[in-house]
T-cell receptor
Framework: AQSVSQHNHHVILSEAASLELGCNYS??????LFWYVQYPGQHLQLLLK??????LVKGIKGFEAEFIKSKFSFNLRKPSVQWSDTAEYFC???????????FGKGTKLSVIP | NAGVTQTPKFRVLKTGQSMTLLCAQD?????MYWYRQDPGMGLRLIHY???????AKGEVPDGYNVSRLKKQNFLLGLESAAPSQTSVYFC??????????????FGPGTRLTVL
């Protein structure tokens, strides 16, 4: 069975600080990895996705994530956060060829102006 | 394109009442999913469908039933609501399982409270 672990429950940063959210997964085969964002009161939106090739994936709004296969990790980064990045961030794993997406428990990010 | 839509947006039920949540997508996606989101738990898969007329159980199926009579619609039913089913319910859809196009698109959610 696949699982996802997000290490930080709540992260508080000041504007312009750098962000890194940890994500580790457990799965025995080829994976597709996702980061979704949920702004307050809204639905989940896809930030970025890794399925093959370059392990450094660039997404929307200046976010990027690095897939490190040896560490089973897919950490999300942004060099300089803005107040508008305040949201909850979910890492998810999908076994290649599967359709059962498994989510981590989420990390709430609060950015202080 | 409306994407994935859900009705209703909010609902309050009494224990034992029944209701149906409707999900519709206009992207011609083959796969549809129902999740529940609870604080500190992330999203958990309730049921899913891999095509019209098919349904399957996910991680937390107990107390729910689903139907997919039309490709664009996926209904989630609660036959006898319980307070433990108080949650935010999200519907999602995806085109297929190939890595090139397997991302799931989510609806706006239904906030359900069971008293």
């Amino acid at each position: 069975a696949q699982s996802v672990s997000q290490h930080n429950h709540h992260v508080i940063l000041s504007e312009a600080a750098s962000l890194e959210l940890g994500c580790n997964y457990s799965y025995g085969g080829t994976v597709n990895l996702f980061w979704y964002v949920q702004y307050p009161g809204q639905h989940l939106q896809l930030l970025l996705k890794y399925f093959s090739g370059d392990p450094l994936v660039k997404g929307i709004k200046g976010f990027e994530a690095e897939f490190i296969k040896s560490k089973f990790s897919f950490n999300l980064r942004k060099p300089s956060v803005q107040w508008s990045d305040t949201a909850e961030y979910f890492c998810a794993v999908l076994g290649a060829g599967s359709y059962q997406l498994t989510f981590g428990k989420g990390t709430k990010l609060s950015v202080i102006p | 394109n409306a994407g994935v839509t859900q009705t209703p947006k909010f609902r309050v039920l009494k224990t034992g009442q029944s209701m149906t949540l409707l999900c519709a997508q206009d992207m011609n996606h083959e796969y549809m999913y129902w999740y529940r989101q609870d604080p500190g738990m992330g999203l958990r898969l309730i049921h899913y469908s891999v095509g019209e007329g098919t349904t399957a159980k996910g991680e937390v199926p107990d107390g729910y039933n689903v139907s997919r009579l039309k490709k664009q619609n996926f209904l989630l039913g609660l036959e006898s609501a319980a307070p433990s089913q108080t949650s935010v319910y999200f519907c999602a859809s995806s085109y297929g399982t190939d890595s090139s196009y397997n991302e799931q698109f989510f609806g706006p959610g239904t906030r359900l409270t069971v008293l």
